[in-house]
């Protein structure tokens, strides 16, 4: 799950078979049936304030008990060989997280998934009960219809929109949106996002930074 846009074009819109659920179970963080955990993919390459701000919002606004920050291992579809480590990023990002209702894991390594609609169908089965809820910034909508299975993912579980800057008219306008409109709730149901059946998504303002790990890797002159 890559960042900047956070995963845009590692989830291709190429479909492919279900994937079989047959590895020993993960070890996962804390978690229980009943809890609501949102999900926070990325690279996290590197993590920033924005990541953060988008997390405390969502426990906040979601009424969620916990946020884990799923930092992928590399994005199949970019040239990874200048990412740095895993290990190197999740500890970046539990120095920036400074929260304890905010988990830094790297699940998608231990899952052994790369799409994120197999890391989602992974994490129902390892954790039967726990009311998952995907986040990802508007951005992030606009790209949803090339993303692999991107329909499985909205009828997997039910999805948070973080408005981002100027992406919020875009990503409205953007196929997935259209496609799954009757599925949007109001913004003042917030907090019953968590509790309801997939297909459900809702549109959260309140994160305006643009900030994108992209613009810091070029503003220290990385790539």
Do not use: C
Not at 79 to 107: F, Q, W
Not at 146 to 156: F, G, M, S, T, V
Request: aromatic share 6%; proline share 9%; charged share 20%.
């Amino acid at each position: 799950m890559s960042t900047a846009p956070a995963r845009s074009g590692r989830d291709s819109a190429q479909v492919s078979a279900p994937v079989a659920i047959t590895a020993p179970r993960p070890a996962l963080p804390p978690h229980a049936p009943g809890l609501r955990i949102g999900l926070f993919g990325g690279s996290f390459n590197p993590p920033h304030q924005a990541h953060r701000a988008v997390s405390l919002l969502a426990l906040k606004r979601l009424q969620l008990d916990r946020v884990w920050w799923l930092v992928t291992p590399g994005n199949p579809l970019k040239d990874t060989r200048r990412l740095p480590p895993l290990a190197a990023r999740m500890k970046a990002a539990e120095a920036l997280a400074a929260d304890r209702r905010i988990v830094v894991t790297g699940l998608e390594a231990a899952l052994g998934t790369v799409y994120t609609a197999d890391t989602l169908r992974a994490l129902r089965h390892h954790a039967p009960g726990v009311r998952f809820v995907w986040l990802m910034g508007a951005d992030n909508l606009s790209t949803l219809h090339l993303w692999r299975n991107w329909q499985e993912i909205l009828h997997l579980v039910p999805i948070a929109v973080i408005d981002r800057g100027d992406a919020g008219l875009k990503a409205m306008a953007a196929p997935a949106a259209r496609a799954f409109a009757r599925f949007r709730i109001p913004e003042q149901q917030a907090a019953t996002l968590a509790q309801r059946d997939p297909p459900a998504w809702l549109f959260l303002h309140g994160v305006k930074s643009a900030l994108s790990s992209t613009a810091l890797r070029q503003r220290s002159g990385g790539e």
